[in-house]
């Protein structure tokens, strides 16, 4: 085995405190490549709270966090909030813009990212998770079903090849299809990524390697 | 992965601001009705002929940058409180820099400003017979005076789209940073609608532009903190 | 250490006195003023530097939360805005006393009451945003980047509202030759009020810090409890 072994997520010691009530923590533990982390806890345990946590869209009360800036081997570790554009992020809270269609929302942020936004390669990043661009073409996203959306969501998260890809209930409001979809993009992405799925459906969890219930 | 520049993601946010208004148009429409009906209500009010003459250029400065105001707080908070309510910031933060987005926006809320005083300025003359008798010191007062409001209103929008009560903590909030520049603006005015010539308003100007630069500066410093919170 | 404190805290008390008894005992009326009017100065002046005063230190700790995120900075940035717009509200009270009787009305948006009323906005609407964030860390990144955004726009308004009203205020302490004109007794009262308003905004202040400390020492113990 390699010492220090590759790492492409690390959490140190983190806690959440919201005032004084501590929310979870402290925890630590590390995510190689390649392999699918679940975290799975009853409601209220702090899954969103934590996976949020990891992609650096709240910060820690302590501790820290680090992910792979690159899926270069040995890339440097940061915080996520250094290396956002090195993260994919699907959630239920998360939303794309509802006034632009799919191919405009993802070609926006491949644009905003310095990215090759060209129709060719949004539509096979549509056509990946199960969408049909054409069909689609002048549909805007308000207008999309809320599995439509949630496949959407997932072409979002992985639009950039992220080196870590953080799931938070990745199969809300999907049909058998839809779930097939999530299990393709999770296969594809622990090709040379990693990916965290925080959920309380005992398929998605089934999908991870190792899973933490907190 | 290559990093994109500030410039380039700016405009990209810039860009997909101006397509979602086009497609909704709820912004613009706010404003525009909001600043026709108080032009309409100030017009049937106050009138070009229940003032006196020398009364005229204070009353009527003072009553133009507050239709000007007030239609900027009806509006302006938009481009933050939505992405924060319909749940886009994530994956705003998740995609450009904060300097990007803070510039984005702010060129979203100059074009959206713009589009009221192009609508509220030729009306608000018009209705009240204000007549300007120095025009580049009015429209440089004009232009210096928004830049300012929109820097300190886009940064107020990052502040108010992360707390309850949005509506009404955005005038709360931004009217103690927007005082200087208004009262400023307001004086410009009256004395490009007295002056003729340019050199009695340039302390107004450096006043203006100052503020313009400490402003945006100072959002610039402290708006990575506010939108990544 | 608590001896000293309680010495200091007593002998603050006992300056505050000598103060108050010099400014309307042995301090003349100063010339120019209508009647016993002046005397509001040993008062109002000092409130109204110690309203800035607990500005800067407001802005100050703002400051430092964003750059160190400890607790203890919001806490007590918040703390000096409390007392800071006690400070300002007496001030402007005051101030409005004594322009009733000089100037015979209680408001003449003199540049210097313009600026005391700003500063109370800032201070309310900084409080206002305390108000309407309830998670405790975005409460306190959200309200030290409006402080200090408020800190460097606010000083704008000294120089814009003059243009727009000509003061009527004496000059303050340094006139516009740069000299300190006044006799010597209303100074040495004057001086020594300031120094007692400061040390008693400071004394306040530290009393203010020690409620957070133990507030939140309680909640600790509290919750410690809750877990075991």
């Known amino acids: 085995m390699l010492y220090p072994p590759p790492v492409f997520l690390k959490a140190e010691n983190v806690t959440r405190s919201f005032g004084v009530r501590r929310i979870f923590g402290p925890l630590s533990f590390e995510v190689a490549p390649g392999t699918v982390f679940g975290i799975a806890g009853r409601n209220g345990a702090g899954k969103t709270t934590l996976i949020k946590m990891l992609a650096g869209l709240i910060r820690p009360t302590s501790g820290r966090v680090l992910v792979a800036s690159s899926r270069e081997p040995g890339a440097a570790l940061l915080s996520p909030r250094d290396t956002p554009l090195a993260l994919g992020w699907a959630a239920p809270d998360l939303a794309l813009y509802g006034e632009l269609t799919p191919a405009e929302n993802l070609a926006f942020f491949a644009k905003v990212r310095g990215e090759d936004d060209s129709p060719k390669r949004i539509d096979a990043k549509i056509e990946r998770v199960g969408l049909d661009p054409k069909r689609l073409a002048s549909v805007e996203t308000r207008f999309l079903s809320t599995g439509m959306r949630q496949r959407l969501k997932l072409a979002f998260a992985t639009l950039s090849e992220p080196t870590v890809l953080f799931l938070d209930e990745p199969s809300s409001n999907l049909d058998e299809a839809g779930r097939a979809i999530v299990a393709k993009v999770v296969a594809e992405q622990r090709r040379g990524g990693t990916v965290l799925i925080a959920s309380n459906d005992t398929r998605d969890l089934g999908l991870a390697d190792e899973v933490m219930t907190l | ?229 | ?228």
């Open chain 2, 1 to 229: 992965m290559s990093r994109p520049s500030v410039l380039s993601s700016s405009i990209a946010v810039f860009q997909k601001d101006l397509r979602s208004e086009w497609r909704t148009r709820t912004a613009v429409s706010a404003l525009l009705l909001f600043a026709f009906a108080v032009l309409i209500l100030v017009g049937y009010a106050v009138g070009p002929a229940n003032i006196s003459r020398e009364d005229r250029p204070v009353v009527h400065s003072v009553l133009l940058w507050i239709v000007i105001f007030f239609s900027a707080m009806t509006g302006l908070s938009r481009v933050f409180v939505h992405e924060e309510e319909s749940g886009t910031a994530a994956a705003l933060r998740l995609s450009a820099p904060s300097a990007a987005i803070y510039l984005g926006k702010l060129l979203a809320n100059l074009a959206l400003l713009a589009l009221v005083l192009l609508f509220v300025v030729p009306l608000f003359l018009a209705l009240m017979s204000f007549s300007i008798a120095c025009w580049p010191l009015f429209l440089l007062v004009l232009l210096l005076g928004s830049i300012g409001l929109a820097a300190a209103s886009t940064f107020t929008a990052a502040i108010v789209s992360k707390a309850s009560a949005k509506g009404a903590m955005f005038a709360v909030l931004a009217i103690p940073l927007l005082l200087p520049p208004l009262v400023a603006a307001v004086s410009g005015t009256r004395i490009a609608a007295t002056e003729s010539g340019i050199a009695a308003g340039l302390d107004i100007l450096q006043l203006l532009l100052a503020y313009d630069g400490v402003v945006t500066t100072a959002a610039f410093l402290l708006f990575d903190a506010v939108f990544r919170e």
């Open chain 3, 1 to 228: 250490m608590g001896g000293l404190r309680i010495l200091l805290q007593w002998f603050l008390g006992l300056v505050m006195v000598v103060i108050i008894w010099g400014a309307f005992l042995w301090a003349r009326a100063a010339a120019n003023f209508v009647g016993q009017s002046s005397r509001i100065v040993f008062f109002h002046v000092p409130q109204a530097w110690v309203a800035f005063l607990a500005f800067l230190v407001a802005a100050i700790h703002s400051g430092l939360y964003l750059k160190n995120r400890r607790i203890e900075n919001d806490e007590a940035a918040a703390g000096a805005a409390r007392l800071g717009i006690v400070f300002c509200v007496l001030a402007t009270i005051t101030g409005s006393i004594f322009a009733k009787v000089m100037w015979n009305s209680y408001w003449n948006w003199d540049p210097r009451e313009t600026s005391i009323v700003l500063l109370l906005l800032v201070y309310g609407a900084y409080l206002g945003l305390r108000g309407a964030v309830e998670e405790p860390e975005r409460r306190a990144t959200l309200s030290a980047a409006y402080a200090l955004a408020a800190f460097v726009t606010v000083p704008f308004l000294m120089f814009a509202v003059p243009r727009l009203y000509s003061s009527l205020h004496p000059d303050t302490v340094i006139n516009a030759r740069g000299k300190v004109e006044m006799s010597t007794d209303i100074r040495v009262v004057f001086f020594s009020s300031i120094a007692a308003f400061t040390a008693l905004f400071f004394w306040l202040y530290s009393l203010d810090r020690k409620v957070s400390r133990i507030v939140r020492e309680a909640a600790r113990r509290q919750e410690q409890e809750f877990a075991a």
